[in-house]
């Protein structure tokens, strides 16, 4: 096969169609705040959930721990249902349009949640809520993917991943303040108004062109580069038969296997605990609404900021020296993770929980953005959007999806004792997280060597 050598006329044209600094740095800017309001309409419900689970003549709808779990799962099946077929689409159409209308949907989700009167009026609601954030973090995930160079996606992710530390705080401690002083109902008109501004915002970011950073390097003439533009800015998911040719595609990487495997134990950890967390703050340490959704969201954002940071900057550093780093790095967490909640969930002092937990948090958040950035390194682009949604519809099924409604029903079953149903989920989930991860360092270097042969091969 004879290599094409570049004109330089192909190269300034090449260079032209890379994403600027300014567009870059506005889109970020974007879908970080995106992303905050994201998870603080998905954590308002946790913070006032037991001034909603009161009586009806207390103000509230009178559910039980497993109904209440019931409506925290049914948003995230719903969003797990809806992010592949939206992830396909993310690989079709214009992103930054589908990210617009994903937000503006489930804003207006969230400020009807405010309105009703029942448990299936808000299971229904949150069902919804469910459908506008599935479209938009396959979408958000492959635009960054494609205004970052390779070298950046780790740091760039986790620092995207921020937001939803950040955005978790806000709807646990703005959701409790709200819910003690003006009712449970104002805080979901609160955090549901902005997300419409946001969506007018993210309708303005400019759409790279696909792979933009993974080909840029490559050596082929003008007419081989247009006719690559073409085939990776549309993808290749265009009917049934290409959606089942690119699963399979995707489920054939080994690494794409482990990923599955650690999202999901570590959603279902993350997904659990941190619904249940201010009501057991509650719970166990008699704290009132306003206090328990302080106390989760300094636990969740201190501890989930730090390790975020610290573990995108690890993960990065280490990749620099081994191919494997980022996974690694997520082991580590993992690993660490695990006995850390244990022992904090045998504390009955409120500072001495705060503490244990926060250094958990720590280390449990190591793999958020690592995690991300390995599905960008051993897929290539035009199939990147569908993996990421692929990977969600699996872990939210399996992990967040289930654990609400599982420790709800555990907690039911022993007398209202959250403290158990969490003692014996949490910790075992993220032990085997670790233990997945283990199995994928063995394949994470061959998986990205291949994926970098599938593309020089493309241009050739």
């Given amino acids: 096969m004879k290599t094409v050598?570049?004109?330089?006329a192909g190269k300034r044209r090449s260079e032209s169609r890379l994403p600027g600094r300014t567009q870059a740095r506005f889109a970020f800017i974007v879908l970080f705040i995106v992303n905050i309001l994201n998870y603080a309409d998905r954590y308002v419900l946790p913070a006032i959930l037991r001034k909603v689970q009161a009586s009806p003549a207390h103000g509230g709808l009178g559910i039980t721990d497993f109904q209440a779990g019931l409506i925290g799962s049914s948003f995230l099946i719903v969003y797990a249902l809806a992010t592949l077929p939206l992830g396909i689409w993310?690989?079709?159409g214009i992103r930054k349009n589908i990210i617009a209308l994903c937000v503006g949907l489930w804003s207006?989700?969230?400020v009807l949640a405010g309105f009703t009167r029942n448990f299936l009026q808000l299971f229904s609601v949150r069902a919804i809520l469910g459908i506008g954030e599935?479209?938009?973090a396959p979408a958000t995930l492959s635009l960054l993917g494609d205004f970052y160079t390779k070298e950046q996606r780790g740091r760039v992710l986790s620092y995207w991943s921020v937001g939803t530390l950040i955005g978790s705080a806000i709807g646990f401690a703005l959701g409790g303040l709200v819910a003690d002083a003006f009712g449970w109902r104002w805080a979901f008109f609160i955090v549901g108004i902005p997300g419409l501004i946001s969506a007018f915002l993210a309708w303005r970011i400019?759409?790279?062109?696909r792979g933009v950073f993974d080909t840029q390097d490559e050596n082929f003439d003008t007419q081989d580069e247009n006719e690559a533009e073409i085939e990776v800015t549309h993808g290749q998911?265009?009917?049934w038969q290409d959606f089942k040719q690119a699963t399979g595609k995707i489920l054939r990487i080994p690494t794409y296997w482990v990923l599955l495997g650690a999202l999901t134990f570590s959603f279902f950890t993350i997904g659990g605990t941190s619904f249940w967390l201010p009501s057991y703050f509650a719970d166990t340490f008699h704290l009132s609404v306003a206090k328990a959704g302080i106390y989760s969201g300094i636990v969740l954002v201190v501890g989930g900021i730090i390790g975020t940071?610290?573990?995108g900057w690890l993960a990065d550093y280490v990749q620099r020296r081994r191919p494997e780093g980022r996974l690694l790095v997520a082991t580590i967490g993992f690993l660490a993770g695990a006995p850390l909640v244990l022992s904090a969930l045998f504390l009955h002092n409120l500072a001495l929980f705060i503490g244990m937990f926060l250094i958990a948090a720590i280390f449990l958040s190591f793999c958020t953005g690592p995690l991300q950035a390995v599905i960008q390194d051993v897929i290539r682009p035009d199939l990147r959007a569908t993996a990421v949604g692929f990977s969600l519809l699996f872990a939210h099924i399996l992990g967040d999806a289930s654990s609400p409604t599982l420790i709800g029903y555990i907690a039911d079953l022993n007398?209202?004792?959250?403290?158990f149903a969490l003692l014996v989920t949490a910790p075992t989930a993220l032990l085997l997280a670790g233990l997945v991860c283990l199995l994928g360092l063995k394949t994470v270097a061959r998986d990205m060597r291949k994926m970098q042969e599938q593309l020089h091969a493309s241009h050739e």
């Fill in 309 to 311: 940071i610290i573990g």
């Fill in 134 to 136: 599935a479209g938009y």
């Fill in 5 to 8: 050598t570049p004109s330089p």
């Fill in 415 to 419: 007398h209202h004792d959250l403290s």
């Fill in 206 to 209: 400019s759409e790279p062109r």
């Fill in 237 to 239: 998911v265009n009917s």
């Fill in 108 to 110: 207006v989700a969230t």
């Fill in 90 to 92: 993310a690989d079709r």
